[in-house]
């Protein structure tokens, strides 16, 4: 089956001064293109660090990744760019919201970024925000939308391109049962409807079970 992500032997450090934290130890990983994964692990075991990895927001001080087949090693920033934005959702753990701009701007932005028609992207992006319950706040900046609306209006940024694989980290930890209900409601249908990948890096297990698959990553690797 065609690998959406693959990873071998994947390892990763964050170097401050003298301070060496390693994080991932030869971590290996394939994701086919309709799977659902959950990844668990303690805080600070590098769910997050993975998660940047994989979208080649970081790279590995050793080991590989591959997007949709291209080793992101053998490309430059521009191209792991095009590629993220054509095959990759990311959903952040702190949102990572333009705070200039309103929740519909933001959430049209992947599309404007792509060269879509304006009017059209902002009929997109009206409809992703109604779909989750945001019909009234399409005109709120980040700052006026209480944390939970914030993550949905990520969540909704990341699905509006229709990725071919999205990253989600802990999409649901600011939510209520309902909103919790209504943002994986939206994952699982982009995963239905397209055929699309989930990794899904969450605390709660209850989540986690709706995933095809689950990992926990520990020591540097998943087990
Ligand atoms: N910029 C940084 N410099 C140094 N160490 C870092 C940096 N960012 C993260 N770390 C360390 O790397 C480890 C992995 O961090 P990461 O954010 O990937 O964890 P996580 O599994 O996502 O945790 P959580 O569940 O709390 O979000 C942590 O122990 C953290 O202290
Ligand atoms: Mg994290």
Do not use: W
Request: net charge positive.
């Amino acid at each position: 089956m065609n690998k959406i992500i693959k990873c071998q032997d994947l390892s990763y450090a964050y170097t401050n001064g003298k301070i060496h934290t390693k994080v991932l130890n030869g971590l290996n990983l394939e994701i086919d293109s309709a799977q659902s994964l959950a990844i668990v692990g303690q805080s600070g075991c590098g769910k997050s660090s993975l998660l940047n990895l994989l979208g080649g927001i970081s790279q590995p001080i050793s080991g590989k990744v591959f997007v949709n087949g291209y080793d992101l090693s053998q490309l430059n920033e521009e191209e792991i760019t095009n590629l993220r934005a054509q095959h990759l959702g990311f959903v952040y753990q702190f949102h990572h919201l333009l705070k200039d701009f309103s929740a519909l701007y933001n959430v049209a932005m992947p599309l404007l970024i792509r060269g879509e028609n304006t009017q059209i992207a902002l009929e997109k992006s009206s409809q992703i925000l109604k779909d989750i319950g945001l019909q009234n706040r399409l005109n709120h900046r980040p700052a006026q939308l209480s944390g939970g609306q914030r993550q949905r209006v990520a969540v909704a940024r990341a699905l509006i391109n229709n990725p071919n694989c999205l990253l989600a980290d802990e999409p649901t930890g600011n939510l209520d049962t309902k909103n919790t209900q209504e943002v994986l409601g939206l994952m699982m249908e982009l995963k239905q409807q397209k055929k699309s990948a989930l990794i899904l890096v969450t605390h709660d297990m209850n989540i986690a079970k709706k995933m095809d698959d689950f990992l926990t990553l520990k020591n540097g690797m998943l087990v």
